[in-house]
């Protein structure tokens, strides 16, 4: 007779087989899949709201995201041609972090592990962009995002994606995109809980000081992979809706 599971004790064989494939994962892959369809459902539901503007992305590395996202955006221009208005920035030193201040500092986060070169990634856009307009945008972000969006021609923003792990990397990146944000401009945060969770350290901190110092409200749409989260600006004061708001 089945007990109160039911016929669960009697798979172990096939629950073993699940557990050792999940086991045998590559972390970064998994969460990387999850990336990809976190991109792809904020892309959708943009395309959806018909929410007019670019897509930045901060942390390029070998430029697998962003060619994701350009595919994803290309896709729905059939749901919404007014995608393909989309410009796509990409920022990034190509040459890793740099040096970092005490607080940053983190066992993964290092130069060795995020070395890549400007010019083949710029190759391996174009051939995923087409007739997509795209800007790859090298350098550290103390530098490279000094004047702010609109002195780029950045005037509003659809999509902001912070993937470059570091409390001062996000908080210039969030700071740059304040002023072209705009009601309904998804904000992809990765590696929101590094750190080892703390609420003064990374992303998190970066996010919480710019939605205070901004007063930009936001709500979580979801959170994937291995600690990413999603939010959609929901309200934000006149000051810094998009210039053509
Ligand atoms: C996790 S990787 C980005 C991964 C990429 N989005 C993807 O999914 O394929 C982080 C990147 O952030 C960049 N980065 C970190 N801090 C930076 C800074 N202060 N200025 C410019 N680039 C930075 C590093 O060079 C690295 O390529």
Redesign the pocket.
Known sequence: MAGPFGVLPGLELLQNCASALIAGLNPAVVH?LA?YMALKKVHYLSAMEDVDGDYC?F????????CHSIRCCGRLTRLNPNIARTTFYG????????SLSGDDRHPFYTDGN?A?NLRTVERRVRRAAGDMAFKLIP????ESLKHGAHDMGIDRIRVVFI????F??ASQALAFCGPAMQQGTFIVLDDYFSYRGREDRGVRRAFSEFAAESRIKTRRVLTYGMGGVVLVVSELPLRTQGANA
Do not use: C, I
């Open positions: 990387n990336k992305e942390g390029v590395f070998t430029g697998s995201s962003f920022f990034d030193s190509f040459t890793g972090f740099g995020f890549t350098g550290f972000f103390s993937d470059s792990d570091t001062a990397s």
